[in-house]
């Protein structure tokens, strides 16, 4: 049984940093993409970064240059480092194992139950 874990979350002040963790168990994730998304209050879940099996990263134009995502393949671990930290990435975050198809990252149905990131002013 696939299980993600996510911690590492919490209350920041802006400005500040927080590294992420995602502790993925119940199979052997190495050749898999990986993901992290966030869902703040009241909107979509949109994804933040993704790594693909080979330690490609891409992200979404609203945190690059501030966040950095990470995985370690013996561990079956991914992290998300986030500095320069702003009110608007409060939300919950989420990682995700999935696929790249098409140019896309297509998650697979594992969702863990996230870990909550509030910056304050």
């Known amino acids: 049984q696939v299980q993600l874990v996510e911690s590492g979350g919490g209350l920041v002040q802006a400005g500040g940093s927080l590294r992420l963790s995602c502790a993925a168990s119940?199979?052997?994730?190495?050749?898999?993409?990986m993901g992290w998304y966030r869902q703040a209050p009241g909107k979509q879940r949109e994804l933040v970064a993704t790594?693909?099996?080979?330690?490609?990263?891409n992200y979404a134009d609203s945190v690059k240059g501030r966040f950095a995502i990470s995985r370690d393949y013996a561990k079956n671990m991914v992290y998300l480092q986030m500095n320069s930290l702003k009110l608007e990435d409060t939300a919950v975050y989420y990682c995700?194992?999935?696929?790249?198809?098409?140019?896309?990252?297509?998650?697979?149905?594992?969702w863990g139950q996230g870990t909550q990131v509030t910056v304050s002013s």
């Open positions: 790594i693909t099996r080979r330690s490609r990263t």
């Open positions: 119940g199979s052997d994730f190495s050749g898999n993409d």
């Open positions: 995700n194992v999935g696929v790249y198809s098409g140019g896309s990252f297509v998650p697979y149905d594992y």
